[in-house]
């Protein structure tokens, strides 16, 4: 999802364990879908780059991933998960 030009954040519903700790770090911005349990981002106009970058660095999995012009800034490593293919 684009969200400022040329910055797109995606969350890897795979990695997201619903912890939400980026709802709490950034509230209104990420929410939990009540249906997947997974973050979303709820009000994407309404994002600053700093509320995406602060739910970011808290996420405990590395779920959310920010890009800038096609280049990933945030995170700077993606750990594997368990259950991922070698
Ligand atoms: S902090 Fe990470 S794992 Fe927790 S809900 Fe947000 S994206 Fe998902």
């Known amino acids: 999802m684009e969200i400022k030009p040329g910055i797109t954040v995606t969350?890897?519903?795979h990695r997201c364990i619903g912890m939400?700790?980026?709802t709490?770090?950034?509230?209104?911005?990420y929410t939990i879908d009540e249906e997947t349990r997974k973050a979303v981002i709820e009000h994407p106009d309404?994002?600053?780059i700093e509320q995406i970058f602060?739910?970011?660095r808290v996420c405990p999995t590395q779920?959310?991933?920010i890009h800038q012009y096609g280049r990933?800034?945030?995170?700077q490593i993606v750990p594997p998960?368990?259950?991922?293919?070698?």
């Open 54 to 56: 602060a739910g970011a």
């Open 11 to 13: 969350i890897d519903p």
């Open 63 to 65: 779920a959310i991933a």
């Open 46 to 48: 309404d994002a600053t």
């Open 20 to 22: 939400a700790k980026c």
């Open 24 to 29: 709490t770090a950034a509230p209104g911005i």
């Open 72 to 75: 990933r800034v945030y995170p």
């Open 81 to 86: 998960m368990p259950g991922d293919k070698k």
